[in-house]
Each structure stands twice: as structure tokens, then as C-alpha cells.
């Protein structure tokens, strides 16, 4: 199997990061920990630290999205899962489901952030675009004990 865990700083990430460990750890599974950079505009304080230079503050994020994957990636590796890396630019949902198709995933797993209807209706959701248009079967992973955000 292969499962496409796609996640972002958040602690939303880490119940996705669980359940994948939890319910394949002991299988014959593939799991790419994917991270999707998307457009920013650095905050002035990360600008201040990178000099100036805007494509230093995105080195710098870079750097760390790397070191974000790589460690979920050793922690399911110790879990006894196959694990690999993979870092796109891009509109989250867009590119969530576009890697999904490439790489033939059979399951996406994400975490949800749990907004309101509201907040979705204003910000959109990367976990309904996703369900919407994913390839595959896709589980969306909510922390356990946590309500919608307001």
C-alpha cells in the first residue's frame, strides 16, 4: 500500500502522523511524508533575520520543512513502515491531489484543522479540496477530545 501523509507545522498533523503509525505500522506500507510549501510573504522579523533577502527567509523555510519531513519520516521508519520525503511548491489542496495521482497513492491521510463552517466558507479547506478531488481514498484525522475552532 501506499500512503500519501501529507502534512504542515501544525499540531493537526501530528493525530495524522498517529494514525498512520498506529493502523500500519506492522503492514507491507509505503509512506510518503509530503509537505507543501505554499506562497507566503514572509513575516518582517524573518525577513530581518535572512537579511533582507527574500530568498533567503524561503531557504530558511525550506531548511526547516526538510527537517520536518526527514524526522516524521525516521519516526515512522522506527514504526517498521518504508518511509520517503517529498516537498512540492504550491496551492496545498492542488498540489496534495496532483501528487496523489503522479505517485499512485492508494490512501492520502491529513490532518483537519477543524474550522467552522464560516471560517471555511472565508479560508477555503485544503482537507475538502482534497476529498473532492483526490484519486484515491483519503482519511481526514481530527485530534481526539478537540472541537471545531472558532
Not at 537579511?51 to 531548511?63: I, K, Y
Not at 490512501?107 to 482534497?130: F, K
Amino acid at each position: 500500500m501506499k500512503i500519501l501523509l501529507a502534512i504542515d507545522e501544525s499540531p493537526f498533523s501530528e493525530q495524522a502522523i498517529r494514525d498512520v503509525e498506529e493502523r500500519f505500522g506492522t503492514s507491507d506500507t509505503t509512506v510518503r511524508v509530503f509537505h507543501v510549501l505554499a506562497k507566503f510573504v514572509p513575516p518582517a522579523a524573518a525577513l530581518w533575520d535572512a537579511g533582507g533577502s527574500l530568498e533567503a527567509a524561503r531557504e530558511e523555510v525550506l531548511g526547516r520543512s526538510k527537517g520536518l519531513v526527514e524526522g516524521i519520516a525516521e519516526r515512522l521508519t522506527a514504526a517498521g513502515l518504508t518511509a520517503e520525503t517529498a516537498i512540492r511548491d504550491g496551492d496545498p489542496g492542488k498540489v496534495i491531489v496532483s501528487e496523489a495521482k503522479e505517485w499512485g497513492a492508494d490512501l492520502i491521510v491529513l490532518g483537519s484543522h477543524g474550522h467552522t463552517p464560516l471560517v471555511r466558507m472565508l479560508l477555503g479547506s485544503v482537507a475538502q479540496y482534497v476529498v473532492d478531488h483526490a484519486p484515491c481514498s483519503v482519511e481526514i484525522a481530527h485530534q481526539k477530545g478537540t472541537q471545531a475552532n472558532e
